[in-house]
T-cell receptor, first 115, second 108 residues
Framework: GAVVSQHPSWVICKSGTSVKIECRSL??????MFWYRQFPKQSLMLMAT?????????EQGVEKDKFLINHASLTLSTLTVTSAHPEDSSFYIC???????????FGPGTRLTVL | EDQVTQSPEALRLQEGESSSLNCSYT??????LFWYRQDPGKGPEFLFT???AGEEKEKERLKATLTKKESFLHITAPKPEDSATYLC?????????FGKGTMLLVSP
């Protein structure tokens, strides 16, 4: 199998607070993890790519100081949305790729609502 | 820049009515084309990977095919539980580029 979990599944926070989202590969080691965001009826937009033990690579237009990514182990990556604002409200999805293979396996997503 | 266009945007079928979804792409050096299924409020579920023109993959009522410019996802005798959004993605150098998806609704 290739199961990826995310926690929490949904979160509501006040503007200005920080929110941490966890992504775990449950039955395999993920050398690379990815973070996406998805707006309603839109495609998944890659935010950043993270490799275990190294700094994340952010896509153009994504603020690295606002979206902090840590990939501390082969099974865990975290995304912290710092000083969240209503425009950060979205569906955040992580994925993980095994050492061998090109397929990405996705988590169930986290719905973030910033009031 | 890699691009993926999926059509139609939405498709409504009767149970048992076979059809095909299209994914047209442009990519610098195709490393793989992927199909995913996404249910509302959930993350995408991996279906197939295709690597070269002429390749076909099958899983239950689904069959994916690939040419040099497009891929098709054929759905044979669909059931209501096949209702979902089907996403196509291409991998060029290192990252996936997704299309917007085709929302499929199968009515009993």
């Amino acid at each position: 199998g290739a199961v990826v979990s995310q926690h929490p599944s949904w979160v509501i926070c006040k503007s200005g607070t920080s929110v941490k989202i966890e992504c775990r590969s449950l039955d395999f080691q993920a050398t690379t993890m990815f973070w996406y965001r998805q707006f309603p009826k839109q495609s998944l937009m890659l935010m950043a790519t993270s490799n275990e033990g190294s700094k994340a690579t952010y896509e153009q237009g994504v603020e690295k100081d606002k979206f902090l990514i840590n990939h501390a182990s082969l099974t865990l990556s975290t995304l912290t949305v710092t000083s969240a604002h209503p425009e950060d409200s979205s569906f955040y999805i992580c994925s993980a790729r095994k050492y061998s293979g090109d397929e990405q396996f996705f988590g169930p997503g986290t719905r973030l609502t910033v009031l | 820049e890699d691009q993926v266009t999926q059509s139609p945007e939405a498709l409504r079928l009767q149970e048992g009515e076979s059809s095909s979804l299209n994914c047209s792409y442009t990519v610098s050096g195709l490393r793989g084309l992927f199909w995913y299924r996404q249910d509302p409020g959930k993350g995408p579920e991996f279906l197939f990977t295709l690597y070269s023109a002429g390749e076909e993959k099958e899983k239950e009522r689904l069959k994916a095919t690939l040419t040099k410019k497009e891929s098709f996802l054929h759905i044979t005798a669909p059931k209501p539980e096949d209702s979902a959004t089907y996403l196509c993605a291409v991998m060029g150098y290192s990252t996936l580029t997704f299309g917007k998806g085709t929302m499929l609704l199968v009515s009993p």
